[in-house]
């Protein structure tokens, strides 16, 4: 695996309404950011979407002098609505996601009547492959592929920081459920070991956090050493199959998300509304 130099600026930007987590990274030696897995505020209740999450993230950039080149998404989520298109037109930046969102929209698109879903995913500008490097400022990302949430789930490596999407959460609460269309617990096993076998201080941001019984704060980062050493679906030494067999019983127990369907709709356009 590639070695990256310096260490990126990080700053979190909690939504309580949906438990998630944006990330505005930034190479602190030429000002060059990215904004990973930026969240459309969405009010269910009367169908009003509006930008004030996204919003804050631009002005924290802009009050830095931070130039937005990336809108990233870790996959299409089915939590929240993206606000990379609103992104992508407020500063110019490109947006890119894993390649296999293609087979998000062939399991999705026919359920919505999704006909304006744009060839080759050509609502995203980069499609990124497993491996792939590109630059921001005078770092490197590195694209590592982590299906079994979703068959198109990718995490972003940048210096000692590895964005992980849904893959993983906080060790006292688990890992992510993979009964939706194209999830495999198997393959988010083994997507999850390929994460923990980097070194044990690599620092690992998630995307989501539900504030485990017993804490009383959220929290969304954490290690490669805590989550081998203490999450209480993966650590210790579980096996494969002793993972496989908890993560499908557990998963037939779980709710729809309660966003499921607007933020399906949204997210496999790479932010676009869908036609009314």
């Not at 002098?65 to 609505?81: C, F, P, S, Y």
Request: aromatic share 8%.
């Amino acid at each position: 695996m590639s070695c990256v130099s310096s260490a990126p600026d990080i700053t979190a930007f909690f939504d309580e309404a949906t438990n998630s987590v944006s990330y505005l990274v930034a190479d602190p030696d030429t000002k060059a950011a990215a904004i990973i897995d930026a969240v459309l505020d969405f009010d269910p209740a009367s169908a009003v979407v509006s930008t004030e999450s996204a919003d804050e993230i631009a002005a924290a950039a802009g009050a830095r002098g931070l130039r937005i080149e990336w809108i990233l998404e870790t996959h299409a989520h089915a939590d929240h609505l993206s606000a990379a298109g609103y992104l992508r037109q407020r500063t110019g930046a490109k947006v890119g996601i894993g390649a296999d969102i293609v087979q998000v929209q062939m399991a999705f698109g026919p359920v919505f009547g999704a006909t304006d879903i744009k060839p080759d995913a050509a609502d995203f500008d980069r499609l990124f492959k497993d491996g792939d490097l590109f630059p921001l400022g005078s770092l490197s990302v590195e694209v590592m592929a982590t299906p079994g949430h979703t068959p198109a789930c990718i995490s972003y490596r940048i210096g000692d920081a590895v964005f992980v999407g849904d893959t993983l959460f906080m060790p006292d609460y688990g890992t992510a459920r993979c009964d939706f269309p194209g999830g495999d617990a198997r393959q988010l096993y083994r997507s999850i070991h390929r994460i923990l076998s980097l070194p044990r201080e690599t620092r690992l941001f998630l995307c989501h956090d539900y504030k485990a019984p017993g804490r009383d704060r959220f929290d969304w980062e954490t290690s490669v050493g805590e989550e081998l050493d203490r999450n209480i679906h993966v650590g210790g030494g579980i096996s494969e199959e002793e993972f496989v067999a908890m993560r499908e019983a557990r998963d037939k127990t779980l709710c729809t998300p309660r966003l499921l369907y607007p933020a399906i709709q949204v997210n496999i356009r790479g932010g676009r509304l869908p036609p009314a």
